[in-house]
């Protein structure tokens, strides 16, 4: 099973073909089974002729020239006449349907006492018994050439039935690469909608039932487009709208006189609010942002995280680093930020920065991979997938509940913006482990060098 394809196309293919061939197969065996019958009565009378006629021709012909009648027979026609012998060794016959069939004609003709076999004494041939006189005496052997009876399957037969056969099976896949090229089409499209991409519209082409398919998934995409453009207006709008009362709101708050402790600590729990606050707006509009609108470029990623590194240590974060020095990958520069900042505001945030690190490698020499780990109280496994989806929390094990609950929804929707994947699994030691993997892609000079090449 493992050498069986995975694909559609040359599966569907692969049964059509062996169920041509099957056919086939069935109607040379029914075709042969009905061929068989009258080609062993027809070998089967021309022995028996031929046995009845030098029969005849011994009987009527003069002693004295029966010797150049047997030498005649056998330089014009090919048969040999030999005496019988009781210690001569005969092979049996065959248990195949013709030679079966013909040995019952030939007994049916020439009596129950004829003895048929395709070797006498190690010699190569068709022989037939038959005696000159009724009781039995005088016996002898009449031998034909093998090849009159031997079934010859010329090459053109051959070339017209694999011309055939080809010919069949040209025109099976082009019919069943009609049905999957749509199809196809179908799963790169979902594909591209599955890593919050709008693709093309499909072309409605094809069967029936293909078109209507490809009709109603054009239809899907688009009612998706235009409700993924409404939520992104409606995030996008309602956190602009809040961004003014709360700006006015801050600056109430600085104005208030800090002379009374109680005040003062009144006043600090504001400011606390109104930034957490801010924050959760800042992750509406991140969500609402289109991270595919953004172009690919040649991005130095060891670069940037160092700059990013840099900047929480310098606000007294204890972050550690791991860095590979990588050569230049096409990706979206602000997302990528956008979605390591995310993990590590998240692991502050429910972690601390205890056995905070930030790590950068090659996974393999295709694939870039981002970790960001800290020494938290982990998730579930079971819980990994319901987190990735918008608004949801965990509370069980986070117990700080500040945020919109967006943060990792919108890194796993960069990651998958970039073909690639995000992940949060248990760290060795205690704690989690955010990782990003995505295909290493080929610097753009680098590809136009590799596309001339």
């Not at 930034?275 to 953004?294: K, P, V």
């Not at 601390?352 to 109280?377: F, K, M, T, W, Y």
Request: aromatic share 6%; glycine share 6%.
């Amino acid at each position: 099973m493992k050498l069986w394809p995975h694909s559609l196309l040359w599966r569907t293919f692969l049964l059509v073909a062996l169920l041509m061939l099957l056919s086939v197969l069935a109607w040379f065996a029914i075709f042969r089974l009905y061929q068989e019958e009258p080609r062993a009565r027809q070998i089967a009378q021309l022995m028996i002729s031929v046995v009845n006629l030098t029969r005849s021709a011994i009987i009527n012909a003069a002693p004295e020239h029966r010797r150049e009648l047997l030498r005649d027979l056998s330089d014009r026609e090919g048969i040999h006449i030999y005496p019988y012998e009781s210690d001569e060794s005969i092979a049996p016959l065959d248990n195949e349907f013709i030679l079966r069939r013909v040995k019952a004609h030939l007994l049916d003709e020439l009596g129950p006492q004829t003895q048929f076999t395709l070797e006498r004494n190690g010699e190569h041939a068709v022989f037939i018994s038959f005696a000159i006189d009724e009781e039995g005496d005088n016996e002898y052997w009449v031998a034909l050439p093998r090849e009159r009876i031997e079934h010859i399957l010329h090459r053109q037969w051959l070339g017209w039935g694999l011309a055939a056969i080809l010919l069949s099976l040209g025109g099976a896949y082009l019919i069943v690469f009609r049905v999957t090229r749509p199809l196809r089409a179908l799963a790169q499209a979902a594909r591209q909608i599955g890593r919050g991409r709008q693709p093309a519209p499909l072309a409605e082409t094809g069967p029936g039932e293909i078109i209507d398919v490809t009709r109603a998934f054009n239809q899907m995409s688009a009612d998706l487009s235009r409700l993924d453009s409404d939520r992104a207006l409606i995030l996008a709008g309602i956190s602009h709208d809040l961004r003014t009362p709360l700006t006015r709101l801050r600056m109430g708050i600085e104005m208030i006189s800090a002379d009374d402790p109680a005040a003062q600590d009144t006043r600090d729990g504001m400011i606390a609010d109104v930034e957490e606050m801010d924050q959760t707006i800042n992750q509406f509009l991140d969500f609402a942002r289109e991270t595919g609108n953004e172009p690919l470029q040649e991005t130095d990623l060891t670069a940037l995280l160092n700059d990013l590194a840099n900047q929480y240590k310098r606000r007294g974060t204890a972050l550690e680093t791991a860095f590979e020095l990588l050569p230049p990958c096409l990706v979206r520069t602000q997302a990528i930020r956008r979605a390591v900042t995310n993990l590590i505001d998240n692991a502050l945030r429910h972690a601390g920065s205890d056995g905070l690190s930030l790590a950068l490698r090659l996974d393999d020499p295709q694939h870039v991979v981002i970790e960001v780990n800290d020494r938290g109280p982990g998730i579930s496994p079971a819980e990994v997938e319901r987190l990735k989806l918008p608004f949801t929390r965990l509370e069980s094990a986070r117990s700080n509940t500040a945020g919109a609950g967006l943060g990792l929804a919108i890194v796993d929707r960069i990651a998958r913006s970039h073909n690639g994947s995000f992940q949060l699994l248990p760290r060795p030691g205690g704690g989690l482990t955010a990782r990003i993997v995505m295909p290493k892609a080929k610097p753009y000079a680098e590809e136009t060098a590799t596309l001339q090449a």
